[in-house]
């Protein structure tokens, strides 16, 4: 069996990467989806070992400190980081897998992975990522400002990425990263 691939999905907090990789995922089982580690603590309906592994900061520390991430990076006040194991017994098993993370572990993964497909998506404007952060009403006032502003300066970055995609159409959009995914595929 040849060795897998990675493939990156970035773009701002409400920018709707988790609808979208949710219907990829459901389109395509066959693709693996990393489950990150945080210490945020979970929204309603968020299941751990599913959504996340939910984690205290000291366990989250002690695995950076062990190694056991791939990547890692403060978000909003939280860590989050990528639990390095089963990202490199999936690819090695020849598995496509994905990773949704934000822009500086992205960062982190296209210097270990270069490699790597990394694809970023882009909400039709700021001010209608503002309201579905906003809409979403999941977050602290605090928290959806620090997520704007973080939003801006990822948005900044959109051109580092081998592919942009415009989250306005959710349907054109998922074609568009299907299509990216399925016509990069070296296998
Ligand atoms: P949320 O709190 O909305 O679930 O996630 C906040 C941000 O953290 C999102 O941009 C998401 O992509 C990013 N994120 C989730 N998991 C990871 C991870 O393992 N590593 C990094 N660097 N970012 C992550």
Known sequence: MGMGELIVLTGPSGVGKGTLLRSLLQRH????????????????????????YFVNRSTFER????GDLLEWAEFAG??????????????????RVILEIELQGARQIRKTF???L????????????????RSRAQDSEDAITRRLQRARAEIDAAS??????????????LDRIETTLFATAAC
């Open 78 to 95: 939280n860590l989050y980081g990528t639990p390095r194991q089963a990202v490199e017994d999936q690819v090695r098993q020849g598995n």
């Open 160 to 173: 580092e990425f081998d592919i942009q995609i415009v989250n306005d159409d959710f349907a054109k959009a």
């Open 114 to 116: 270069p490699d790597a």
């Open 118 to 133: 990394q694809i970023f998506i882009l909400p039709p404007s700021l001010l209608e990522l503002e309201y579905r952060i």
């Open 63 to 66: 695995m950076v400190t062990n």
């Open 29 to 52: 089982p066959e693709l693996y989806l990393s489950v990150s580690i945080t210490t945020r603590a979970p929204r309603p309906g968020e299941i751990d070992g599913k959504n996340y």
